[in-house]
C-alpha cells in the first residue's frame, strides 16, 4: 500500500499488487476440505466430520458459547439438548458479526457437565440442526465436572476460517 500526498493533508490509499500476487486464489479461494476416511469410525451421523482442511482466508477463533441469551438468560433450562441449541445460535451469532456463516466453521470443542454416552443423541441431534450433512466440523466433546455458571450443561467454543 502507497500513500499519495494530496493537499491540505488529506491522502488517498493507493493498493499496489506485490510481486507474489496470484489473482486466481484471490478470486478462487481454496474450498475447505472434509474427509471422513473408512479407516476412522462414521462421524458424521454423530454431527461432525474427522478431518476439516482449511488453506487461507481469516481465522476466527469464538470464545466458549453457552445457554446464556444476550440478556444473560438460561435457555433450556435442565434440557442439554435446548442447551446446545442455544450455544449453537450463539456460535452462529458470532460468526455472522463478522462475516462469516456456520459453513465457515472448521473445529469445535464441546465441554458437557457430567457426560455420560446417553447424552449424545443430544448434543448430536443438535449439531446435525445446524451444520449440513456434507459440511460438519471437526469435533471433540469433553466431559467436564463445572462451567462458569452452575447451570450451564455444555459451553461450546468454535474455529472458523472465512474465505
Given at each position: 500500500?502507497?500513500?499519495?500526498?494530496?493537499?491540505?493533508?488529506?491522502?488517498?490509499?493507493?493498493?499496489?499488487?506485490?510481486p507474489?500476487?496470484?489473482?486466481r486464489y484471490?478470486?478462487?479461494?481454496?474450498?475447505?476440505?472434509y474427509?471422513?476416511?473408512d479407516?476412522?469410525?462414521?462421524?458424521l451421523?454423530?454431527?461432525?466430520?474427522?478431518?476439516?482442511?482449511?488453506?487461507?482466508?481469516?481465522?476466527?477463533?469464538?470464545?466458549?458459547q453457552?445457554?446464556?441469551?444476550?440478556?444473560?438468560?438460561?435457555?433450556?433450562?435442565?434440557?442439554?439438548a435446548?442447551?446446545?441449541r442455544q450455544a449453537?445460535?450463539n456460535?452462529?451469532?458470532?460468526?455472522?458479526?463478522?462475516?462469516?456463516?456456520?459453513?465457515?466453521v472448521?473445529?469445535l470443542?464441546?465441554?458437557?457437565?457430567?457426560?455420560?454416552?446417553?447424552?449424545?443423541?443430544?448434543?448430536?441431534?443438535?449439531?446435525?440442526?445446524?451444520?449440513?450433512?456434507?459440511e460438519?466440523?471437526?469435533?471433540?466433546?469433553?466431559?467436564?465436572?463445572?462451567?462458569?455458571?452452575s447451570d450451564?450443561l455444555?459451553e461450546?467454543?468454535?474455529?472458523?476460517?472465512?474465505?
Amino acid at each position: 500500500m502507497q500513500r499519495t500526498p494530496k493537499a491540505f493533508g488529506v491522502v488517498d490509499l493507493v493498493l499496489v499488487r506485490p510481486p507474489e500476487y496470484n489473482s486466481r486464489y484471490f478470486l478462487n479461494p481454496m474450498p475447505k476440505e472434509y474427509t471422513n476416511p473408512d479407516s476412522l469410525f462414521r462421524s458424521l451421523e454423530y454431527g461432525f466430520s474427522q478431518i476439516v482442511a482449511a488453506n487461507g482466508g481469516k481465522t476466527v477463533y469464538i470464545s466458549g458459547q453457552t445457554a446464556w441469551d444476550a440478556q444473560r438468560q438460561i435457555i433450556g433450562g435442565t434440557d442439554l439438548a435446548q442447551q446446545a441449541r442455544q450455544a449453537l445460535r450463539n456460535v452462529q451469532a458470532a460468526i455472522e458479526a463478522v462475516g462469516g456463516t456456520l459453513a465457515d466453521v472448521v473445529a469445535l470443542r464441546i465441554y458437557i457437565v457430567n457426560y455420560r454416552p446417553e447424552q449424545a443423541d443430544a448434543v448430536g441431534g443438535a449439531l446435525r440442526e445446524f451444520f449440513p450433512r456434507e459440511e460438519r466440523p471437526a469435533s471433540t466433546w469433553i466431559g467436564v465436572s463445572a462451567l462458569a455458571v452452575s447451570d450451564f450443561l455444555i459451553e461450546i467454543e468454535a474455529t472458523a476460517v472465512l474465505e
